[in-house]
């Protein structure tokens, strides 16, 4: 028992992959997804805040690096697969919690397992921080999916996580963050150079145009 097993696990993220089972040009670490996630959090989080919004930078990084954590029990689960069904998704959630509760119960020191309780639940909630949270994981994920795209991966679940991935950001539409991703970044990215975009471009004009009627 002890931290030294929590510091050592830190690197078993580095190889437990992300979307298992399927070819890819790129791998990505649940790890290397964590840290994008920070920063990307961060980038929205700055453009909250420039907007005037109150924004509590501790909880929102504690968020970020935190919120895959438990993935080191129960390893990625597809996205497609994973929000199948709201009752499929909560019994992922249920599971993984109480993995991570018994890991932190067995291995934190009694003084630390509160802390760390409230650090790995999870992260994504009706907070603003939360909410960057979830845009910024999607956002990720968007750029992960696209990359496959890019690179003329034949598997169709690429452009299947990259629509489900757009649907998610676009649910915060109102954020001040997710409007600047989506006239500022988005476009560029569909400027990078790759073959047959002509359907992921025309994909995503329809569902962000189709987002402004909801």
């Not at 992300?18 to 290397?32: D, I, L, M, Y």
């Not at 997804?33 to 929205?44: M, P, R």
């Not at 994504?124 to 696209?146: M, N, P, Q």
């Not at 003329?152 to 649907?167: D, G, K, Q, T, V």
Request: glycine content about 4%; hydrophobic content about 40%.
């Amino acid at each position: 028992m002890g931290i030294h097993h929590y510091f050592k696990s830190l690197s078993d993220l580095e190889m437990i992959y992300r979307c298992p089972g399927k070819f890819k040009f790129q791998e990505h670490s649940v790890a290397s997804h964590s840290f994008k996630v920070a920063k990307i959090a961060q980038f929205l989080g700055t453009v909250e805040e420039l907007a005037g919004k109150d924004v509590d930078w501790r909880l929102l990084y504690e968020k970020a690096l935190n919120h895959d954590y438990a993935e080191l029990f129960t390893g990625d689960i597809k996205t497609p697969v994973k929000y199948s069904s709201p009752e499929l998704k909560r019994l992922f959630n249920e599971v993984e919690e109480e993995m991570t509760r018994k890991f932190i119960e067995r291995e934190f020191p009694k003084e630390f397992q509160k802390v760390y309780l409230g650090r790995f639940k999870e992260g994504k909630d009706e907070t603003l921080e939360g909410r960057i949270l979830a845009v910024a994981d999607k956002i990720d994920l968007l750029y992960e999916s696209f990359g496959e795209i890019q690179k003329e991966n034949p598997e169709p679940l690429f452009l299947e996580i990259y629509e489900e991935a757009l649907s998610t950001i676009l649910l915060f539409k109102e954020m001040t963050c997710v409007q600047y991703f989506l006239q500022e970044i988005l476009p560029d990215m569909l400027r990078e150079r790759f073959i047959e975009q002509s359907e992921l471009v025309e994909i995503t004009e329809k569902m962000v145009e189709a987002s402004k009627n909801d």
